[in-house]
Nanobody
Framework: QVQPVESGGGLVQAGGSLRLSCAAS????????MAWYRQAPGKQRELVAD???????NYVDSVKGRFTISRDNAKNTVTLQMNSLKPEDTAVYYC??????WGQGTQVTVSS
């Protein structure tokens, strides 16, 4: 398995929470930083958050204080906990494992 596998998207009301997970191969996961991107209809794909192999994190300003990225090195998974969701968070969320390797995407829809 090379392509990361995402799970956890869905439909939620504004103010609600969702948790996205991404499972990657152990080879990739042990070396690379991992990231979550999102792409809303008619917009460019944007970086939401990333986390290095050492655990350092980075977030786009619009999600700071609401989203948390974490990684489990024993399970080769990276998780994006999304709280206080807003309609503008609606997008397809992609896991990125570096080296041009993307997951298939998972839809997140936040209703107002």
């Amino acid at each position: 398995q090379v392509q990361p596998v995402e799970s956890g998207g869905g439909l939620v009301q504004a103010g609600g929470s969702l948790r996205l997970s991404c499972a990657a191969s152990s080879t990739i996961f042990s070396i690379n930083a991992m990231a979550w991107y999102r792409q809303a209809p008619g917009k460019q794909r944007e970086l939401v958050a990333d986390i290095t192999s050492g655990g350092s994190t980075n977030y786009v300003d619009s999600v700071k204080g609401r989203f948390t990225i974490s990684r489990d090195n024993a399970k080769n998974t990276v998780t994006l906990q999304m709280n206080s969701l807003k309609p503008e968070d609606t997008a397809v969320y992609y896991c990125y494992a570096g080296w041009g390797i993307w997951g298939q995407g998972t839809q997140v829809t936040v209703s107002s």
